[in-house]
């Protein structure tokens, strides 16, 4: 896709078997697909928006509101970059990374999801480091934060793998019962001294005001 009027479209972030990058809408409508086919096992619930309870086409065309939607809504103030993940060629999850005042805080915060036919086999680790390496060697972000059910234990271990702490605990609503979330944080350096997924950025520059720096004006940006 042209990425002239939307530079994310040029924006890579690739590892030993992975690539990142804002999908266009024919990828788009695989990525959906892949949210159809299924993201976790029945009977589970890893997300505080159950979004993934719905039947296969309405998960699916949430998936391809959500990325869309990303776009339409970006603030330099309050963004959320929802990248598309392939391995190997094959499109197999998202990777989300959000801020709010990015230029102050230098916070963000990454969820993800990935098909269900592709867990285990490390690819968690692969998306969320790159995720990572974009925020703080790309960005300069002095910290990241992240959240997962006390349950899950698939995002806990990436959490534990890429060097995050507990940040305490928050309880939340999830179709209608309390459940209790356990939150992470990780700070500079400890992201430098678990750093072990060698990360490539492609086309930042195109798009670094974006993020919140200077150099870049959308029609809702404050004057």
Known sequence: MDDHMWPLYGLRLTTPRLELRLPDLT???????????GVHAEGTMPFTVPWSAAPPAVRGRATFQHVLGTVANWRRDAWALSLAVWCEGVVVGRQDI?????????EVETGSWLGLAHHGRGIGTEMRAAALHLAFAGLGA?????????????????SEKLGYRADGGETVAVRGEAVTLRRLYLDRAAWEAHRAVPVEVEGLEGCRGMFGGEGWILPQDPA
């Open 142 to 158: 002095r910290g990241a934060r992240s959240a997962a059910m006390r349950d899950n234990a698939g995002s806990l271990r990436v």
């Open 27 to 37: 990828e788009l409508a695989d990525l959906a697909g892949v949210a159809a086919d």
């Open 98 to 106: 959000t801020a709010n005042d990015f230029a102050v805080t230098r």
